[in-house]
């Protein structure tokens, strides 16, 4: 069910699919994954599983909810796009139907494999779409990413996740982007990065122009990981208000 989440930037989770099959090449597994421990919490496996039931969730009576979409996995992984998960594509669009039908609330959703957004269009004016970037790939692999969230049409807000931070992030520009997530490595062997690893991220977002509303998770305030501004954990809409 649709429950308050601690995840700082997000106030409640819709759990419609949960577990990946990323590897090492896409995903940071040195360290815990969030997502993963949360399914050992509850004895199940990580094999990736729809949850159609969850659809008829009820919703938050407060309006204004942060809703993250199956955040204990990857909701848009390259391995639905597979015959024997056929279903996957029917569940997306009901759940986007649903974000339609409540557009009291924004709904986030989080991919490692933005090019499988472009499959649902228009996307919802109340659903933020975003892209997962760590750090530990190459430039290539980046900017990739970040040119097929860019191609998403109709999301109300277009966001990087750069979390969690292992290296550079060597994109190009954020221009298009609405909002930077940046979050430390957490967990068993965690890596904290070098100053000169990371400090091009903050010209990116220094540079763009609007400047980017930023969320810095709490374990990169607690770290002082070489942040050239005050503290700040921002929502796009904080910035357009302020406009």
């Given at each position: 069910?649709?429950?308050?989440?601690?995840?700082?930037?997000?106030?409640?989770?819709?759990?419609?699919?949960?577990?990946?099959?990323?590897?090492?090449?896409?995903?940071?597994?040195?360290?815990?994954?969030?997502?993963?421990?949360?399914?050992?919490?509850?004895?199940?496996?990580?094999?990736?599983?729809?949850?159609?039931?969850?659809?008829?969730?009820?919703?938050?009576?407060?309006?204004?909810?942060?809703?993250?979409?199956?955040?204990?996995?990857?909701?848009?992984?390259?391995?639905?796009?597979?015959?024997?998960?056929?279903?996957?594509?029917?569940?997306?669009?009901?759940?986007?139907?649903?974000?339609?039908?409540?557009?009291?609330?924004?709904?986030?959703?989080?991919?490692?494999?933005?090019?499988?957004?472009?499959?649902?269009?228009?996307?919802?004016?109340?659903?933020?779409?975003?892209?997962?970037?760590?750090?530990?790939?190459?430039?290539?692999?980046?900017?990739?990413?970040?040119?097929?969230?860019?191609?998403?049409?109709?999301?109300?807000?277009?966001?990087?996740?750069?979390?969690?931070?292992?290296?550079?992030?060597?994109?190009?520009?954020?221009?298009?982007?609405?909002?930077?997530?940046?979050?430390a490595q957490a967990g068993k062997g965690r890596?904290?990065?070098?100053?000169?690893?990371?400090?091009?991220?903050?010209?990116?977002?220094?540079?763009?122009?609007?400047?980017?509303?930023?969320?810095?998770?709490?374990?990169?305030?607690?770290?002082?990981?070489?942040?050239?501004?005050?503290?700040?954990?921002?929502?796009?809409?904080?910035?357009?208000?302020?406009?």
């Amino acid at each position: 069910m649709i429950r308050p989440t601690k995840i700082e930037y997000g106030t409640h989770h819709w759990p419609i699919v949960a577990g990946c099959r990323h590897g090492a090449d896409t995903c940071a597994i040195s360290a815990d994954c969030w997502a993963r421990g949360m399914a050992r919490r509850f004895h199940k496996d990580f094999t990736p599983t729809l949850h159609p039931a969850r659809l008829n969730d009820p919703m938050p009576r407060k309006p204004g909810a942060r809703i993250l979409v199956s955040f204990t996995g990857d909701m848009f992984g390259e391995w639905w796009l597979t015959p024997e998960l056929g279903e996957w594509d029917r569940l997306v669009f009901r759940c986007l139907t649903i974000v339609t039908m409540h557009p009291e609330h924004n709904f986030l959703f989080l991919t490692k494999n933005p090019s499988a957004y472009r499959l649902f269009h228009p996307w919802p004016k109340n659903a933020w779409v975003g892209a997962s970037i760590t750090g530990a790939e190459s430039r290539q692999v980046q900017q990739a990413r970040l040119d097929a969230l860019r191609r998403v049409e109709g999301a109300g807000v277009l966001w990087l996740s750069y979390e969690p931070m292992l290296g550079p992030l060597m994109v190009d520009n954020l221009e298009g982007i609405g909002w930077l997530v940046i979050g430390a490595q957490a967990g068993k062997g965690r890596r904290v990065p070098l100053r000169a690893e990371v400090g091009h991220t903050w010209d990116l977002a220094d540079n763009c122009s609007p400047v980017i509303p930023i969320w810095e998770k709490d374990n990169v305030r607690d770290r002082r990981l070489y942040l050239p501004w005050d503290a700040v954990q921002e929502l796009p809409f904080d910035r357009m208000q302020a406009d």
